[in-house]
């Protein structure tokens, strides 16, 4: 395997080698130190942006005495002042600092502390984007569309698009999980794919895109389906009406459910059914919680798994287009894990640990004074360093603390704020 791999690619490249799985690296490793003459391998990244648990420790420690180490300086993405406040993050850890391009700007760089107790965060948000517009002079924040808003989990995300009842019960079920956040889940997908397009086409009138979207996925109209009848314009009407049977669930501004629009669809034939959702189409919306009356690993597994979908069937069909936007990354909010190597011209980042119900990270550690050492204040000290290293022009952080005035004395002790850069309060 070795030869093969040498033979084949003489030279290698890792990029974001920090966060590479570390039985990887080290493997590989071993096949730079048995073909040092005939393989190449390199390794590109920077360790203070290492924000997964299964990359390589001390990766770039202890090499091999020929290996050579080059470094990079210089910033190309982000403002003088951004590149100030990211080079005080990473003092503690390793000292290095990174210089601006000469044509950079100076840039923006604001800390909100609010209260944990907020009632309306996303409104508070919207507050902070304000402010920013008033401070920027940059119209950019005044729209959600125009800046990046970075939450720490994607319900948060979920929950100020408006479709966390719909996420909510999905991401309960592990093997879900990935599915549902690249968009591939086909239980989703049948709704996101399918019926959402075609509704969108139908309040829109497009009538080519409807034509399109029927003759390509509804069985009504497929090409066997035509063949067979020996009343092809009488097929024709039945696709019709599936679809003003479709449609009239929304009339008198009526609010359908997923379940809603399965049964229709499934009573119609306009589409088929994906196989998770069959043994519901046909349920009266009335009994969609299954009942856990079973024993055993297995059936509570199973009965999990069909609460999870009743979960998700009873939530509101209006849901799909927020959530197909944000897994498309087409929506304004993203996560901090995922917009590493990524870069916008305006970004708010959203901290708040009690939301965000995790484990790993600590922001009310970070920003507490603890020491390091602690494993969660260095892994979110890294985080912290991603984020704020996405923003070319300005940069807005949203801290939520149930101890504000800590918060801000401890970033004005680490000297990462000026006094005027750090506001506690929801601004005006």
Known sequence: ?????????????IDESQD???????????????????????????????????GKEGLGQDLPSDWATPGKRLNHRCPKRVIRLINKIRKAVDGQEQIPRTDSVEGWVQLFILPSEVADKPAA??????????????????????????????RMAARRMGFLEMFAAIYEVENFRTGLLDGSLPLVRFFSEQILPLVNAQR???????????RTSSPLLSSDRLRATEDQAMQLRHATDAIDSLMSLWQADAEPTFGDVLRNVASSGLFAVPDALRPRADRDAS????????????????????????????????QIGPYAA????????????????????????????????????????????RQAGDTSVESTR???????????????????????????????????????????????
């Open 125 to 154: 948000e919207r507050a902070v984007a304000k402010r920013m517009e008033q401070l920027t002079k940059d119209d950019g924040w005044r729209h959600a569309e125009t800046y990046k808003s970075l939450t720490l989990e994607h």
């Open 1 to 13: 395997m070795q030869s093969i791999l040498v033979g084949r690619y003489p030279i290698l490249l």
């Open 326 to 369: 944000y897994v498309s990354g087409n929506a304004h909010f993203d996560t901090h894990q995922g917009v590493k190597g990524l870069e916008f011209p305006r970004v708010m980042v959203i901290m708040d640990d009690a939301e965000a119900r995790g484990f790993l990270f600590s922001y009310a550690k970070l920003f507490g004074g």
């Open 20 to 54: 590479t799985n570390r039985l990887l690296i080290d493997a590989l490793f071993v096949v730079q130190a048995h073909h040092r003459e005939r393989f190449v391998l390199g390794l590109l990244g920077d360790m203070m942006q290492r924000i997964y648990s299964d």
């Open 204 to 214: 829109r009138n497009d009538r080519f895109a409807v034509a399109r979207i029927v």
């Open 287 to 318: 009994s969609e919680v299954l009942d856990d009356d079973g024993a055993g690993e297995n059936v509570d597994r199973q009965t999990k798994t069909a609460a999870a979908i009743d979960g998700f069937l009873a939530a509101p069909f209006s």
């Open 382 to 428: 890294r985080l912290f360093y991603v984020t704020c290293s996405r923003a070319e022009r300005s940069l807005a952080l949203v801290a939520y603390s149930m101890q504000p005035e800590q918060v801000r004395q401890f970033v004005l002790e680490e000297q990462w704020f000026e006094p005027g850069e750090v506001v506690v309060g929801i601004p005006d």
